[in-house]
């Protein structure tokens, strides 16, 4: 569990952990729903990605409109923090 601090305009900084967990990048909707004492933020959806068959019949995974651009840097960055 992490914290973080509320600033004086009332933003909430969240942490580089959970930003990566969900993907989430500048300008991105966040759904905010108050359930008792918890504050629960989830990422909005409309960056989905679709299953298409490439040009040789083989699966290809195709991002939705919007989406990050996915390089083989960037995926190997994800894979070094693997434990």
Same mark, same amino acid.
């Given at each position: 569990?992490?914290? $973080? $601090?509320?600033?004086?305009?009332?933003?909430?900084?969240?942490?580089?952990?959970?930003?990566?967990?969900?993907?989430?990048?500048?300008?991105?909707?966040?759904?905010?729903?108050? /359930?008792?004492?918890?504050?629960? =933020? /989830?990422?909005?959806?409309?960056? +989905? +990605?679709? =299953?298409?068959?490439?040009?040789?019949?083989?699966?290809?995974?195709?991002?939705? &409109?919007?989406? &990050?651009?996915?390089?083989? +840097?960037?995926?190997?960055?994800?894979?070094?923090?693997? &434990?």
């Amino acid at each position: 569990m992490s914290s $973080t $601090t509320l600033s004086t305009k009332g933003q909430l900084v969240i942490p580089t952990q959970y930003r990566r967990a969900l993907n989430l990048r500048p300008g991105d909707k966040v759904e905010v729903t108050l /359930e008792g004492q918890r504050l629960i =933020l /989830e990422r909005r959806s409309g960056r +989905a +990605a679709k =299953l298409t068959r490439g040009r040789f019949g083989r699966p290809v995974l195709v991002s939705g &409109p919007g989406a &990050p651009a996915i390089t083989t +840097a960037s995926v190997n960055a994800i894979l070094d923090e693997l &434990p």
